[in-house]
Nanobody
Framework: QVQLVESGGGLVQAGGSLRLSCAAS????????MGWFRQAPGKEREAVAA????????YYADSVKGRFTISRGDAKNMVYLQMNRLEPEDTAVYYC?????????????????WGQGTQVTVSS
């Protein structure tokens, strides 16, 4: 089983920054990729970023390229999303997710494991 817990959300003004964290509890014998997704009110959940087990491969949605950075800690069980130059359109609940494999994708259906989400609100 995989358990994921997000933290770091909050209220920030447009142009500001936030750093989200995800703590993953997973079997030690599994190498796994990780992803961040978000869901705004009235909209479908969408991919934000994904990272491979090694951290060497990262993928981003076009809407956040150049502003967001996904990374992993040395212990690999921590995943971060550094969000800079935030815009009101970034307001959403942000979810950490695991695909259960080392394949990092931006396809939501590849992710069976999800955290509870953390709210990010960007004011204009």
């Amino acid at each position: 089983q995989v358990q994921l817990v997000e933290s770091g959300g909050g209220l920030v003004q447009a142009g500001g920054s936030l750093r989200l964290s995800c703590a993953a509890s997973v079997r030690a014998d599994i190498d796994y990729a990780m992803g961040w997704f978000r869901q705004a009110p009235g909209k479908e959940r969408e991919a934000v970023a994904a990272i491979s087990w090694s951290g060497h491969s990262t993928y981003y949605a076009d809407s956040v390229k150049g502003r967001f950075t996904i990374s992993r800690g040395d212990a690999k069980n921590m995943v971060y999303l550094q969000m800079n130059r935030l815009e009101p359109e970034d307001t959403a609940v942000y979810y950490c997710a695991a695909p259960g494999s080392n394949i990092a994708t931006l396809t939501i259906n590849d992710y069976p494991y999800w955290g509870q989400g953390t709210q990010v609100t960007v004011s204009s």
